[in-house]
C-alpha cells in the first residue's frame, strides 16, 4: 500500500532509510497542490522538515462536500502512516469523513512503522516496522496485542538476516504475503528479493511465489486476487535486469505457478497494486523518478517515485482506464479500494504540498480530503466495517 522513506525498489531498504534522513531538509522544493481528480504503496514518502508545523486533522471536507459517504455499515476506517518527525512514522486509524483519528502504533524514536494491512475481518492491521531491517508485526484494531512475526532483525545489519516488508492479508486471513530479501548487497541492489508467503499467526515460511535471478529485481508489493487464488504484484528491475530499470507489474498464482506480465514496460506500472473486492479490475499507478528539478540532485540519487498516475486494468490485461491525470508537480501516492468496490483512497498533495490522504469515487470523480494536515500522510488502506 510502496508509501512503500527511499524507494520502493532497486535498493535496500538500509540504504532507502539512511537517504531519507539526510535529505529532508530539500523536501519542501519537491511539494505542490495538485491539479487533477498514490505511495509503497510507494513507501512512505519522505518524513516532513523539522520546520514543519504540526496540525490536526480537520473533519471538514472541503469546499464541495459528498452528498453520499461511504457507507459505513460496509465500509470501515482507514488505516495510514504518518511522520510524526524526520525520523519516525506511526500508524493511525481515521473514518472515511475525516472523523475519529486515533493512532494506533506507538513507536519508539527512529523507529519506522509503515504499510498497514487490515485483516479481512477487520480485527487486526499487519504492517512493516523497520530501524536497520524491516520487519512484519500486527497489531489489534483497539490498538492491543502488538506482535512480531518471526525473529528478531530489527537492528541486525545486512546480510545476517532476512528482511520483511509490505504485508498483505491472504482473504482467509491465514496468510500474508511479504516482501523478502537478503543476502550482499551490491551497487544498491539486494541480492535475494522474493515475494514470499508466510503464516499470519506465527511468520512461518510457508513457500515463496516468485523469486528472480540474484541481484536483478526487486518483487513484492502484493495484493491478492478475492477467492485467493492469485496475487498480482510490481517488479522493478535492476541493472542487470531484463529490461534494465524496468518496472511492471506482474500476476501468479498463489502455489508459484503462472508467473505472466500484466502491463507493459513502458508504462511503468508499480507502487502497490490491489484488486478489486468483486475481482473484476487491479488498481495501479504508474511510478515516475524524480528529476533534477525535484530535489536538485542527480537523478541517480533519488529517494522515491513520488509522481505518476492511477490506473485500473482488468485481471487479463485488457481495458486499461487512467483515472487521474496529474503532472508532475503533484505527489501521488498508494491507494486501497473501499470494501464495497465503489471508492478509493488514495495519498497525494495536500497541505502543505506533502501528501494527505484523500478517496474519490471509482470513476475519478467526488474526490475529497480525509486528512488536512502539514504532517505527511500515505500508504492509505481501507479495512471493513465491524
Same mark, same amino acid.
Given at each position: 500500500?510502496? $508509501?512503500?522513506?527511499?524507494?520502493?525498489?532497486?535498493?535496500?531498504?538500509?540504504? *532507502?532509510? !539512511?537517504?531519507?534522513?539526510?535529505?529532508?531538509?530539500?523536501?519542501?522544493?519537491?511539494?505542490?497542490? %495538485?491539479?487533477?481528480?498514490?505511495?509503497?504503496?510507494?513507501?512512505?514518502?519522505?518524513?516532513?522538515?523539522?520546520?514543519? =508545523?504540526?496540525?490536526?486533522?480537520?473533519?471538514?471536507?472541503? @469546499?464541495? =462536500?459528498? !452528498?453520499?459517504? /461511504?457507507?459505513?455499515?460496509?465500509?470501515? =476506517?482507514?488505516?495510514?502512516?504518518?511522520?510524526?518527525?524526520?525520523?519516525?512514522?506511526?500508524?493511525?486509524?481515521?473514518?472515511?469523513?475525516?472523523?475519529?483519528?486515533?493512532?494506533?502504533?506507538?513507536?519508539?524514536?527512529?523507529?519506522? $512503522?509503515?504499510? /498497514?494491512?487490515?485483516?479481512?475481518?477487520? @480485527?487486526?492491521?499487519?504492517?512493516?516496522?523497520?530501524?536497520?531491517?524491516?520487519?512484519?508485526?500486527?497489531?489489534?484494531?483497539?490498538?492491543?496485542?502488538?506482535?512480531?512475526?518471526?525473529?528478531?532483525?530489527?537492528?541486525?545489519?545486512?546480510?545476517?538476516?532476512?528482511?520483511?516488508?509490505?504485508?498483505?492479508?491472504?482473504?482467509?486471513?491465514?496468510?500474508?504475503?511479504? $516482501? *523478502?530479501?537478503?543476502? =550482499?548487497?551490491?551497487?544498491?541492489?539486494?541480492?535475494?528479493?522474493?515475494?514470499?508467503?508466510?503464516?499470519?499467526?506465527?511468520?512461518?515460511?510457508?513457500?515463496?511465489?516468485? !523469486?528472480?535471478?540474484?541481484?536483478?529485481?526487486?518483487?513484492?508489493?502484493?495484493?491478492?486476487?478475492?477467492?485467493?487464488?492469485?496475487?498480482?504484484?510490481?517488479?522493478? $528491475?535492476?541493472?542487470?535486469?531484463?529490461?534494465?530499470? %524496468?518496472?511492471?507489474?506482474?500476476?501468479?498464482? !498463489?502455489?508459484?505457478?503462472?508467473?505472466?506480465?500484466?502491463?507493459?514496460?513502458?508504462?511503468?506500472?508499480?507502487?502497490?497494486?490491489?484488486?478489486?473486492?468483486?475481482?473484476?479490475?487491479?488498481?495501479?499507478?504508474?511510478?515516475?523518478?524524480?528529476?533534477?528539478?525535484?530535489?536538485?540532485?542527480?537523478?541517480?540519487?533519488?529517494?522515491?517515485?513520488?509522481?505518476?498516475?492511477?490506473?485500473?486494468?482488468?485481471?487479463?490485461?485488457?481495458?486499461?482506464h487512467q483515472l487521474t491525470h496529474y503532472d508532475s508537480s503533484t505527489i501521488v501516492l498508494s491507494y486501497s479500494f473501499s470494501p464495497n468496490g465503489r471508492w478509493i483512497t488514495y495519498a497525494k498533495s495536500g497541505v502543505g504540498g506533502g501528501p494527505d490522504i484523500f478517496l474519490m469515487r471509482l470513476d475519478g470523480t467526488g474526490l475529497q480530503p480525509v486528512t488536512r494536515t502539514s504532517l505527511w500522510d500515505s500508504v492509505p488502506d481501507w479495512g471493513p466495517a465491524r
Open positions: 500500500m510502496t $508509501d512503500r522513506w527511499g524507494r520502493i525498489m532497486r535498493t535496500a531498504k538500509v540504504t *532507502r532509510i !539512511a537517504l531519507t534522513v539526510m535529505l529532508v531538509s530539500l523536501i519542501p522544493a519537491c511539494s505542490s497542490s %495538485g491539479s487533477s481528480a498514490s505511495e509503497s504503496r510507494t513507501g512512505a514518502a519522505l518524513p516532513p522538515s523539522s520546520s514543519t =508545523p504540526s496540525s490536526t486533522t480537520a473533519p471538514t471536507t472541503g @469546499s464541495t =462536500p459528498l !452528498a453520499v459517504w /461511504p457507507d459505513p455499515a460496509i465500509n470501515g =476506517p482507514i488505516a495510514f502512516g504518518r511522520w510524526l518527525d524526520e525520523t519516525t512514522r506511526a500508524i493511525f486509524v481515521i473514518n472515511p469523513d475525516g472523523t475519529g483519528e486515533r493512532q494506533l502504533t506507538h513507536p519508539d524514536q527512529a523507529v519506522i $512503522d509503515n504499510n /498497514p494491512d487490515w485483516s479481512p475481518d477487520g @480485527s487486526k492491521i499487519a504492517f512493516e516496522r523497520c530501524i536497520v531491517r524491516c520487519e512484519v508485526w500486527t497489531i489489534n484494531e483497539n490498538g492491543s496485542g502488538l506482535k512480531r512475526l518471526g525473529p528478531n532483525c530489527l537492528e541486525v545489519p545486512v546480510p545476517a538476516c532476512e528482511d520483511r516488508s509490505s504485508p498483505a492479508w491472504s482473504p482467509d486471513g491465514r496468510v500474508l504475503a511479504v $516482501d *523478502r530479501a537478503f543476502g =550482499p548487497v551490491t551497487n544498491d541492489q539486494i541480492k535475494h528479493s522474493q515475494l514470499a508467503l508466510i503464516d499470519a499467526s506465527t511468520g512461518r515460511l510457508i513457500r515463496t511465489a516468485d !523469486a528472480p535471478a540474484p541481484y536483478s529485481a526487486d518483487v513484492g508489493n502484493a495484493g491478492w486476487s478475492p477467492d485467493g487464488e492469485r496475487l498480482v504484484f510490481s517488479q522493478h $528491475d535492476s541493472a542487470l535486469g531484463n529490461p534494465p530499470g %524496468g518496472r511492471a507489474l506482474f500476476v501468479i498464482n !498463489a502455489d508459484g505457478t503462472g508467473l505472466r506480465r500484466l502491463t507493459v514496460w513502458r508504462l511503468k506500472g508499480g507502487d502497490h497494486p490491489v484488486w478489486s473486492p468483486d475481482g473484476m479490475l487491479i488498481l495501479f499507478r504508474t511510478v515516475e523518478p524524480l528529476t533534477n528539478s525535484d530535489l536538485a540532485l542527480p537523478t541517480e540519487t533519488s529517494l522515491d517515485e513520488l509522481h505518476g498516475n492511477l490506473y485500473t486494468v482488468h485481471p487479463d490485461g485488457t481495458g486499461l
